[in-house]
């Protein structure tokens, strides 16, 4: 029997308001200080999508970690543990796909360019994985 405990919420806790922090800060850097620089370039837009993605995904881990503590050791382990599986994805997905517009918007290399849709990929795995958790059956108490 898998033992899940308040404490695997820790993780998607820490990732929420690392990526809520810098999420903020980011989008704020753009609309603010860089935002001529942006405009310039005619990337203001992949900014502000990066920025947004973060945000919506970091509001999506804290969530996930408030389920995570609310629903562990209440039989639903298997929910738990993919509720933790989306969480690990979404905590992937947003580097791979905000950091990447970032750097592209800021001018970075091209190659760069490919690297997006993984993340994105990876965020669509996170919220299969909730998708997942919600139609995972509890075991009944014994």
Not at 2 to 28: K, M, Q
Not at 109 to 127: D, E, K, N, S
Request: net charge positive; with cysteine; aromatic share 12%.
């Amino acid at each position: 029997m898998t033992t899940i405990s308040p404490d695997h919420s820790r993780g998607p806790l820490i990732a929420a308001g690392i990526f809520g922090l810098t999420g903020v800060a980011i989008g704020a850097l753009g609309a603010h200080e860089m935002a001529a620089e942006l405009a310039e370039r005619g990337t203001m837009r992949a900014w502000e999508t990066a920025a947004r993605y973060q945000l919506f995904h970091a509001v999506a881990l804290l969530a996930a970690a408030i389920w995570i503590r609310v629903c562990a050791g209440e039989g639903n382990a298997a929910a738990v543990n993919r509720m933790r599986w989306a969480a690990r994805w979404w905590s992937f997905g947003i580097p791979l796909f905000s950091a990447s517009l970032y750097w592209l918007a800021l001018g970075g290399p091209r190659w760069l360019g490919p690297v997006t849709p993984f993340g994105g990929i990876a965020l669509m795995a996170g919220w299969f994985y909730v998708i997942a958790a919600a139609v995972a059956k509890p075991k009944p108490p014994q």
